[in-house]
């Protein structure tokens, strides 16, 4: 089975799992009395802690059943500034806990969104039926954006070859013009990629915001990696869809599934009034919760989309689903070999080269905007 590493900083605890709309709940992992105790071994004693290691007293660091896959086991390691720390290891799964991935591209024309996914562009949230696909040129401003034949059919990325050939920034030539789709079969060892992250126990604030560049974002509470923004211009000039499923997660052949975007499908409620869902740790360690349309709170966020709140520190909250990119920067201080661009204000996030005609949605063209997702 295929391991990447990725690092981050923060602590373990354990939780409770929400299904997604569309999505299949995987009911051992929807359970909260079967959420599991995920306890820290230290390397070096081989002892077994008491207790979960937790940051926060009011709301302990928490990943739900299966999202973990190994004994986490505590080491050495770096921050960029110097500091010398102890970190905890922990191998996320590479697949969601509490729901089956998918569906992502619609089959026909015909298709409703009821069998199929959904595609942000960093402006919009669509859903991804057969309508969108047979709007494509209008909505980009291309004639030549036609992803379906005479007969009504999609053009989908139906095997492993024409998978690894659309899902990537540079499109090989036959593989242009496709909704593109995976599965974690026709992934190297055809099964989920295992994540192994590196968590120091306390999450270190920055007087500086680090950009997200290429990096990867951080991880789920359900075991997914979450990524920078996808290259959406790229995947336009390339006139295909990297389709997503309404959890806002796609696969790729190099890190499998992961998430782009937060929409409601897993979360964790929090013991502070006001406050949305824990859904996952940043590369700094710091929580991530839901975004705040989820209530009717509007507080006050910072550049990268934090706050600092009584009881819970400071977390960040996800971006809304169709901004492509869960969180706007890190304010914390990132593990050394991790960090990008460091200081002033967030850049855009990369989308690719400049894609062909405007490849923005027209005005006057409206998106199929999903509705709330509800636990």
């Given at each position: 089975?295929k391991?990447?590493?990725?690092?981050?900083?923060?602590?373990?605890a354990?939780?409770?799992?929400f299904?997604c709309?569309?999505?299949?709940?995987?009911a051992?992992?929807?359970?909260?009395?079967?959420?599991?105790?995920?306890?820290?071994?230290?390397?070096?004693?081989?002892?077994?802690?008491?207790?979960?290691?937790?940051q926060?007293?009011t709301?302990?660091?928490?990943?739900?059943?299966?999202?973990?896959?190994?004994?986490?086991?505590?080491?050495?390691?770096?921050l960029?500034?110097?500091?010398?720390?102890?970190c905890?290891?922990?191998?996320?799964?590479?697949?969601?806990?509490?729901?089956?991935?998918?569906?992502?591209?619609?089959?026909?024309?015909a298709d409703?969104?009821?069998?199929?996914?959904?595609?942000?562009?960093g402006?919009?949230?669509?859903?991804?039926?057969?309508?969108?696909?047979?709007?494509?040129?209008?909505i980009y401003?291309?004639?030549?954006?036609?992803?379906?034949?005479?007969?009504?059919?999609?053009?989908?990325?139906?095997?492993?070859?024409?998978?690894?050939?659309?899902?990537?920034?540079q499109?090989e030539?036959?593989?242009?013009?496709?909704?593109v789709?995976?599965?974690?079969?026709?992934?190297?060892?055809g099964?989920?990629?295992?994540?192994?992250?590196?968590?120091?126990?306390?999450?270190?604030?920055?007087?500086?915001v680090?950009?997200?560049?290429?990096?990867?974002?951080?991880?789920?509470?359900?075991?997914?990696?979450?990524?920078?923004p996808?290259?959406?211009?790229a995947?336009?000039?390339?006139?295909?869809?990297?389709?997503?499923?309404?959890c806002?997660?796609?696969?790729?052949?190099?890190?499998?599934?992961?998430?782009h975007?937060?929409?409601?499908?897993?979360?964790?409620?929090?013991?502070?009034?006001?406050?949305?869902?824990?859904?996952?740790y940043?590369?700094?360690?710091?929580?991530?919760?839901?975004?705040?349309?989820?209530?009717?709170?509007?507080?006050?966020?910072d550049?990268c989309?934090?706050?600092?709140?009584?009881?819970?520190?400071?977390?960040?909250?996800?971006?809304?689903?169709a901004?492509?990119?869960?969180?706007?920067?890190?304010?914390?201080?990132?593990?050394?070999?991790?960090?990008?661009?460091?200081?002033?204000?967030?850049?855009?996030?990369?989308?690719?080269?400049?894609?062909p005609?405007?490849?923005?949605p027209?005005?006057?063209i409206?998106?199929?905007?999903?509705?709330?997702k509800?636990?």
């Open positions: 089975m391991v990447l590493i990725i690092i981050l900083t923060g602590v373990i354990a939780g409770s799992s299904s709309t569309k999505q299949k709940p995987i051992s992992s929807t359970n909260m009395s079967e959420i599991s105790d995920n306890r820290v071994k230290n390397q070096d004693s081989g002892e077994e802690a008491e207790t979960a290691l937790t926060y007293e709301l302990g660091m928490t990943f739900l059943k299966n999202a973990i896959v190994k004994d986490i086991t505590t080491k050495n390691c770096t960029v500034d110097g500091t010398q720390t102890t905890q290891s922990i191998t996320v799964s590479g697949y969601p806990s509490n729901y089956e991935a998918g569906p992502f591209c619609p089959r026909t024309t409703s969104k009821e069998t199929t996914g959904i595609w942000l562009d402006e919009n949230i669509y859903d991804l039926d057969g309508k969108f696909i047979m709007k494509l040129p209008e401003d291309d004639e030549k954006f036609i992803l379906y034949d005479s007969n009504n059919n999609v053009n989908v990325t139906d095997t492993k070859e024409e998978f690894d050939g659309a899902a990537k920034p499109v030539e036959e593989y242009k013009y496709n909704c789709e995976g599965k974690i079969e026709w992934l190297e060892g099964s989920p990629i295992q994540t192994t992250v590196e968590i120091p126990a306390n999450p270190v604030k920055s007087d500086t680090t950009n997200l560049g290429r990096n990867k974002v951080g991880v789920t509470i359900n075991g997914v990696v979450i990524d920078s996808a290259p959406v211009q995947i336009l000039s390339a006139y295909t869809i990297a389709a997503f499923d309404d806002g997660g796609h696969i790729n052949p190099v890190i499998g599934y992961h998430q975007g937060i929409t409601g499908c897993f979360g964790v409620e929090s013991k502070v009034d006001g406050e949305t869902k824990l859904v996952g940043a590369m700094d360690g710091f929580p991530i919760h839901s975004t705040y349309e989820e209530s009717n709170q509007t507080p006050e966020l550049e989309g934090g706050h600092e709140v009584e009881g819970l520190g400071y977390h960040y909250h996800a971006n809304k689903a901004k492509n990119s869960v969180i706007s920067c890190f304010h914390g201080t990132l593990v050394k070999g991790q960090q990008g661009r460091r200081g002033g204000r967030p850049r855009r996030p990369p989308q690719g080269q400049r894609p005609g405007n490849m923005t027209r005005k006057g409206s998106p199929v905007v999903l509705p709330p509800q636990d």
